[in-house]
Each structure stands twice: as C-alpha cells, then as structure tokens.
Nanobody, 124 residues
Framework: VQLQASGGGLVKAGDSLRLSCEAS????????IGWFRQSPGKEREFVAA????????FYGNSVKGRFIISKDSAKNTVYLQMNKLRPEDTAVYYC??????????????????WGQGTQVTVSS
C-alpha cells in the first residue's frame, strides 16, 4: 500500500494550489481518505476527509469554505483544492487512508496508511 502526495510548493497569500494523493495497493473508492497537516512545533491537524461511500466530506474549521476535497476513482486519486491560501496554511500536508471510520474521520487514529507528505509554503 502506498499513498503518494504531491502538488505542494511555494505560493503567495491568496493563491490557489491543488494537492494530489495517488493511491496504489488500495482503492480510494473503498477507503476513507483524509488530509492532515503539520507545521514545525505544532501537532498534526485535521484538514479534510472524504468518506468511501457517497463521498461525504468533512473539513477542519480553519479551512472550511476555502478547501475542497474530492476524488477520482478512475485515477485512484484524491485531491485537495486549496483556495485563498494564507501564511498560516504553511505546513507539510499528508494524506491518509482507512477502510473503517473507527474513532471518526477527523482523528489520526482512524487512519492506517499514510503518505510521505508534501510541503506547502504560503508567503505573505
């Protein structure tokens, strides 16, 4: 099982960026997929998640209304569209997968497979 996160980079405040999480060894159509982020000195923070069934989505309060999570089952890839980026969005972004909801999709403990992370830096 491998999750490959990509699409990070250096952008200016107000810009947009789209992250991709390409899965191999598991099907995104049958797994819950989440995005988390971590800044230096801070705990890992829930960003967004999409359920395996019906594609219901969930967002962290700090990104609600600006970020959109979606999936393309044919490409076995989940996307995180990030709009109106702010300097405080700077972090390493990780995607993760789980076959069950366990303790809830906003909790790291739910996820069994993790990608390597992609750096997003937003300058002011």
């Amino acid at each position: 099982v491998q999750l490959q996160a990509s699409g990070g980079g250096l952008v200016k405040a107000g810009d947009s960026l789209r992250l991709s999480c390409e899965a191999s060894g598991l099907a995104v159509s049958s797994h819950h997929i989440g995005w988390f982020r971590q800044s230096p000195g801070k705990e890992r923070e829930f960003v967004a998640a999409i359920r395996r069934n019906f594609g219901m989505t969930f967002y962290g309060n700090s990104v609600k209304g600006r970020f959109i999570i979606s999936k393309d089952s044919a490409k076995n890839t989940v996307y995180l569209q990030m709009n109106k980026l702010r300097p405080e969005d700077t972090a390493v972004y990780y995607c993760a997968a789980s076959a069950s909801a366990a303790v809830g999709l906003t909790s790291e403990a739910t996820y069994r497979a993790w990608g390597q992370g992609t750096q997003v830096t937003v300058s002011s």
